[in-house]
Nanobody, 114 residues
Framework: VQLQASGGGLVQAGGSLRLSCAASGTLVTTNGVAWHRQAPGAQREWVATLAAGGAHGYADSVKGRFAVSRDNAANTVYLQMDSLQPEDSGVYYC?????????WGQGTQVTVSS
């Protein structure tokens, strides 16, 4: 199983980015995919999850601003991030749970300037 995260970049506060997590070796339709982030000097935190069945959940800090979605044909999960704030900056990782093993992507950097 491999995960390729992309889409990060530099954006001004109030702007938007869409992150992608492309999976290979398994299907995102049969495994839950989650997004996490880690700011410099901070602990890694959970951001959002898209379950295999389609249910989704969000951390309180991003609820109403971020949305997860899935392109089954592309075997890719997206994280749409709107109304970005400087505190959203960090390295974003996607993870996939399969048979009780958690796989991690390499991370993509998001920087939000004030």
């Amino acid at each position: 199983v491999q995960l390729q995260a992309s889409g990060g970049g530099l954006v001004q506060a109030g702007g938007s980015l869409r992150l992608s997590c492309a999976a290979s070796g398994t299907l995102v339709t049969t495994n839950g995919v989650a997004w996490h982030r880690q700011a410099p000097g901070a602990q890694r935190e959970w951001v959002a999850t898209l379950a295999a069945g389609g249910a989704h959940g969000y951390a309180d800090s991003v609820k109403g601003r971020f949305a997860v979605s899935r392109d089954n044909a592309a075997n890719t999960v997206y994280l749409q991030m709107d109304s970005l704030q400087p505190e959203d900056s960090g390295v974003y990782y996607c993870t996939l749970m399969r048979r009780n093993v958690c796989y991690w992507g390499q991370g993509t950097q998001v920087t939000v300037s004030s």
